[in-house]
């Protein structure tokens, strides 16, 4: 809220609060800032101090005025090293260059775009729980087992040891060992010769694009799907097709018309946990979809981030594949420590060189200090403990968000499991998610889980950080009047 007490005037408040999010891409280039008239009233200010704070935004080159149409933040392009204009990635759908022209346009006026989760993550749009989020609260996370095991590592013999040289290309082989016995818990056969250690789980997936992959090549991406993973192909240069995504699975018929018509080499699936819906991949399922990569020669990215909040019986293609066609993705950032950036892949054994290379090109080698702690958390049953303890933790707040979001007029599009909920509000949640921001809440609009994005009542939620009855009344408010 703007405070008439402070030091700042009303004016300045509110082009301050426009101009941190315009900077943190929280509002994205190209979006339209609600009209005078709906922002004096949100904020409870004159129309007249809503001018001179967008007339300051203009004077600041944030946003440009447009007659007749209101005031848009300015698009302003990446500059190179060398101070040209960097060309600015586009997504590209099967859909033809026309249309997705007029999806790139569409996806320009959304006032919440994915980096702007990613910038969340890092400037908080305030100190409540933010149900667009996807990790747990820090507080879920809080450990004394793994400052032990970091100072264990970090002793004056080991330093010694090992931090004063590049690790084992392939990543710590203790870890890499405890690896390949944590995946044959899921039914995942291999050996830590063909497992890699990463800088997360997103590096392991931007390893395999770049290794698999050149610009321009088509990649079968689900839909709904997590909105990183098309803004990361898309700055590749790839071209998506989408594959929409349903309880058992992929639209298998939409799949095979795209491999008859666009010979696309890779797929990209999260299957059990599905982001945002939370589905998970029936056996029926998985074995067409493996019958159709064999016929038709593309490769399968499985990406099992949600792994340690997942039941080990859930179907994984990984697992009835043997790596052959598939390549298995996962990391520990949702469980232990964002920060730690650790990831892995399992790999077919005739690809574990190519994706070896790319590491080394990418990041030469990847911290074995905390690989070493990881690992000594994993083998005295540290984590193993600790994801239990985050499980019953989740199914509870899972509970409680439920009965709000229902209680605020919300429905399930999907059977609530896992950490998010895919709901519809029943009203348009891009224009939703720019009056929540006002009130220090950023949500994550359905339209930034689609390829071709267009406005959606849907929206993801966290389960572990929506069991606030506050957000609900705030949400409630808000949709009556939108």
């Not at 900077?23 to 609600?34: C, D, V, Y």
């Not at 990613?118 to 087992?145: A, C, D, N, Y």
């Not at 993973?229 to 992929?250: C, N, T, W």
Request: glycine fraction near 6%.
């Amino acid at each position: 809220m703007l405070m008439k007490t402070s030091a700042q005037s009303l004016t300045d408040q509110l082009a301050a609060r426009f101009a941190e999010r315009v900077r943190n891409r929280l509002l994205a280039p190209g979006a339209r800032l609600p009209s005078v008239r709906q922002c004096a009233q949100q904020h409870g200010v004159s129309p007249s101090t809503v001018v001179a704070a967008y007339d300051q935004l203009l004077a600041q080159g944030l946003v440009e005025a447009r007659k007749n149409r209101g005031f848009f933040v300015r698009e302003m392009a990446p500059v190179r090293a060398h101070g040209a204009p960097a060309e600015v990635p586009r997504v590209t759908t099967a859909l033809g260059a026309g249309a997705a022209q007029s999806v790139a346009a569409r996806s320009s006026a959304l006032p919440v775009n994915a980096t702007a989760l990613i910038r969340g993550m890092f400037h908080k749009v305030s100190h409540k729980p933010q149900p667009g989020m996807g990790v747990f609260p820090p507080e879920w996370l809080e450990s004394t087992f793994m400052p032990a095991a970091v100072r264990k590592v970090t002793g004056t013999r080991a330093l010694q040891e090992f931090s004063l040289q590049y690790g084992e290309p392939l990543g710590d082989g203790s870890l890499r060992r405890l690896l390949a016995q944590k995946l044959a818990t899921l039914n995942i056969q291999t050996s830590a010769d063909h497992l890699i250690t990463t800088v997360g789980a997103t590096h392991a997936l931007d390893i395999v694009s770049r290794t698999l992959l050149r610009a321009g090549d088509p990649v079968m991406v689900e839909e709904p799907g997590w909105a990183v993973e098309f803004a990361r192909l898309a700055a590749l240069g790839m071209r998506i097709l989408p594959v929409p995504r349903g309880p058992d699975g992929p639209d298998l018929e939409v799949m095979a018309r795209y491999c008859e018509a666009h010979q696309p080499k890779l797929y990209v699936s999260v299957s059990v946990f599905h982001n945002p819906t939370g589905y998970c991949l029936s056996p029926g399922s998985a074995h067409r979809l493996l019958q159709l990569a064999n016929q038709h020669n593309f490769h399968i990215v499985e990406d099992d981030t949600y792994s340690h909040i997942a039941p080990e019986h859930a179907t994984r293609l990984t697992a009835l594949d043997g790596l052959q066609r598939t390549i298995y993705v996962s990391g520990f950032a949702k469980i232990l420590a964002p920060n730690w950036r650790i990831g892995y892949m399992a790999a077919p054994p005739h690809l574990v060189e190519a994706l070896l290379d790319t590491k080394l090109l990418t990041t030469l080698t990847t911290p074995a200090l905390l690989e070493k702690a990881l690992a000594l958390c994993i083998e005295q049953g540290q984590l193993r403990r600790h994801a239990e303890r985050i499980r019953t933790r989740l199914d509870a707040a899972r509970a409680r968000s439920v009965k709000l979001a229902l209680a605020a007029g919300c429905r399930f599009a999907a059977e609530p499991v896992g950490l998010f909920g895919w709901v519809d509000t029943g009203v348009d949640t891009d224009a939703l998610a720019q009056r929540m921001l006002d009130e220090g809440y950023l949500i994550a609009p359905g339209a930034l889980f689609h390829a071709a994005r267009a406005p959606s009542t849907l929206m993801r939620i966290n389960f572990a950080t929506t069991q606030d009855a506050a957000f609900w009344r705030v949400f409630t408010r808000l949709k009556a009047g939108a």
